[in-house]
């Protein structure tokens, strides 16, 4: 069969078979392609859209990329049911099959190094934002009566500003604290930007905790726990992902 | 207000994929997860996701803005026109008030500008 092959993922052997609906990218159903005890999981891609130069052109159009990002994360997912994948970045292509082998010998003892410390473990995120105030009270409410009023009114303003964010940067150390020591390991990523994330109010906190399965209902509840505790923080968790913030080198 | 709309997660749903919001998804495959040299050149390297990103957000922009959402063009923290504009705002708001306050004691202008 011609095209180029992407990969998915690297894992060490799974028994139960992937589901059989499953697509990957560009519509071809992954498959394991087993070589020196580890399988990568790839799928065919046409050469027209996934040999370098479209591929950088069709990451500037984000209808695209998204379709390509689920599809990428969809695979993973199915993945993170049946073993404990080790996630590639979006957009790692090779000729054929042999060129994927080549790669697997050559990363064989990061590969098993890495599966090892994974083994087991799942990502859960976890956001907190601040919820941003009504504009009334950001405001002077009416028009100062005097220079005086209008300075006050200015210092309040501040003060509010001040106190929100100090409050919610309390708020979200103490939360990160108690999950990180919770969690075997923790990354810290920066705010999402609100024009893609879509989300309402500043992102205060934007963190991924490596949990074992296992103790994953815990940490839920955990988390779960801190939901309305202080007013004004928005507290989101996302999960179970597949360890992509623990793919790379231990710290 | 409105209410944010919570997507509670299912623990143990695994459905991230289809109901996963588009940063998180992007975030992660785009970002993390490890990097390999594909053996035709295409690896995403830090500098290039720079750039990506960039484009998304310019993207996504100009998407929100044909929806009408272009709340950051008024925000000052967002946009360096609009923080122009509140300060222009605020020295015309100040000075209105001291030209009331001189017409208030017309007296002490006059001192200061006759010593």
């Known amino acids: 069969m011609t095209g180029l092959r992407y990969v998915y993922a690297v894992c060490r052997p799974f028994g139960t078979p992937l589901q059989s609906q499953l697509t990957g990218v560009a519509g071809d159903p992954p498959r394991a392609l087993n070589h020196h005890g580890l399988v990568a999981v790839v799928s065919h891609v046409p050469e027209r859209d996934f040999a ?28 993170t049911t049946v073993t404990t994948p080790l996630p590639l970045r979006l957009g790692t292509v090779f000729r054929d099959d042999s060129g994927v082998r080549t790669m697997i010998e050559a990363r064989e003892e990061d590969f098993r190094h890495t599966l090892d410390r994974l083994e087991g473990r799942v990502e859960w995120g976890v956001k907190v934002y601040a919820e941003s105030e009504p504009q009334e009270s950001a405001r002077p409410a009416q028009k100062a009566a005097s220079g005086r009023d209008y300075l006050r009114q200015r210092r309040m303003q501040t003060r509010s500003h001040e106190e929100m964010r100090q409050k919610a940067e309390s708020f979200s150390n103490r939360l990160h604290e108690k999950l990180s020591a919770f969690a075997e390991d923790s990354r810290l990523h920066p705010p999402q930007n609100p024009a893609l994330s879509k989300a309402t109010g500043r992102n205060v906190l934007n963190a991924a905790y490596l949990v074992p399965r296992a103790h994953s209902e815990e940490f839920v509840e955990m988390v779960d726990r801190t939901k309305g505790e202080v007013p004004g923080m928005r507290v989101e968790l996302t999960g179970p992902w597949a360890a992509y913030s623990f793919a790379g080198e231990a710290t | 207000m409105t209410t944010p709309s919570r997507r509670m997660p299912e623990p143990y749903g695994y459905g991230q994929g289809s109901g996963a919001n588009l940063a998180d998804i992007l975030e992660r495959v785009l970002d993390k997860g490890i990097v390999i040299a594909g053996d035709i050149r295409i690896n995403l390297l830090d500098i290039e996701l720079l750039t990506i990103k960039l484009r998304l957000i310019v993207a996504s922009v100009d998407k929100a803005k044909e929806m009408g959402i272009d709340w950051w063009e008024s925000d000052p923290a967002l946009s360096s026109r609009a923080r122009r504009d509140e300060l222009t705002r605020e020295n015309a708001e100040l000075r209105e008030r001291l030209a009331r306050l001189e017409e208030l004691e017309p007296g002490r202008a006059q001192k200061k500008e006759a010593p």
């Open chain 1, 52 to 79: 370098e130069e479209p591929l950088r052109a069709h990451l500037e159009d984000l209808d695209w990329l998204t379709e390509t990002a689920r599809a990428h994360q969809g695979v993973i997912d199915a993945l």
